[in-house]
């Protein structure tokens, strides 16, 4: 497999992976739900790591958690509806976008590439790798973009 560096790359490994797996349905497995971690335990990690590597992004991992409503006061998972998972699901794959833009990648390659290498939900309903690109790019407008160019035109 490439490293997912043109969009027909990524297009053709959406279509294996669409073919391979026609009714996947993300979800956590047995084995998956034994080893969950607890929302006041993933906060302390996060806490931990910030205080001991100074990295901004751990701290910017807590703010998410708590702007997204994640955790509730005393940090344990919150509830998430149907709706709120549309939400973190597109707000997760513009951060991916907005991160391939930051490497280089056009914003039409990154949308490509969160498309082919992310298996949300919210892809599965869409008929196409064209029309899921689509639906990336406008979850990462409606987060990210300002000056940025339109790859659909």
């Not at 955790?71 to 513009?94: F, G, K, M, P, Q």
């Not at 196409?128 to 979850?139: C, G, H, L, N, P």
Request: with cysteine.
């Amino acid at each position: 497999m490439s490293d997912g560096s043109s969009y027909e790359v990524c297009a053709q490994h959406w279509q294996e992976r669409k073919e391979r797996h026609p009714r996947f349905k993300p979800g956590l497995n047995r084995d998956q739900r034994n080893n969950t971690t607890t929302g006041p335990a993933f906060v302390a990690q996060l806490r931990l790591l910030a205080g001991r590597t100074g990295d901004p992004r751990f701290n910017a991992a807590l703010a998410a958690l708590e702007e997204l409503g994640l955790v509730d006061r005393d940090n344990n998972w919150s509830r998430v509806t149907r709706n709120d998972r549309s939400v973190i699901d597109e707000t997760y794959l513009a951060a991916c976008v907005n991160d391939d833009i930051g490497r280089g990648f056009s914003i039409r390659l990154a949308c490509a590439r969160a498309v082919s290498y992310e298996t949300l939900g919210e892809l599965n309903h869409l008929q196409s790798f064209d029309a899921a690109v689509k639906f990336v790019e406008r979850a990462w407008r409606k987060r990210y973009a300002g000056s940025r160019s339109d790859i659909s035109s």
